[in-house]
Nanobody
Framework: QVQLVESGGGSVQTGGSLRLSCAAS???????MAWFRQAPGKEREGVAV????????AYADSVKGRFTISHDSASDIVYLQMNSLKPEDTAMYYC??????????????????WGQGTQVTVSS
């Protein structure tokens, strides 16, 4: 059973940047790994997804042009670079892995493995 561990959250001001990391406990190749977020009182929202080893990505409209997801195959770490942060980006951010091979990045897959989350707070 693979485990995911997130890190890199914190508090920044509007316009600032943060980079989140998600370390997988085993080799991941041609899997969909994604970042989701959930703010208090709101539903969980898919943010970005990548096909590991393939590089294809997809983003929620709310973060396009500001966030970049990437995968370091040597270390099996998925990163989420977040720039131009806004107060509405404040949430708990979770890394997730979908079972099975993934050919097209999608935030609507059945993500069964989740990390513990890392908090991102953006102040105005």
């Amino acid at each position: 059973q693979v485990q995911l561990v997130e890190s890199g959250g914190g508090s920044v001001q509007t316009g600032g940047s943060l980079r989140l990391s998600c370390a997988a406990s085993r080799y991941v190749y041609r899997n969909c790994m994604a970042w989701f977020r959930q703010a208090p009182g709101k539903e969980r929202e898919g943010v970005a997804v990548i096909v590991t080893g393939g590089g294809s990505t997809a983003y929620a409209d709310s973060v396009k042009g500001r966030f970049t997801i990437s995968h370091d195959s040597a270390s099996d770490i998925v990163y989420l670079q977040m720039n131009s942060l806004k107060p509405e980006d404040t949430a708990m951010y979770y890394c997730a892995l979908a079972d099975g091979y993934c050919h097209v990045p999608s935030l609507t897959l059945d993500y069964k493995t989740w990390g513990q989350g890392t908090q991102v707070t953006v102040s105005s």
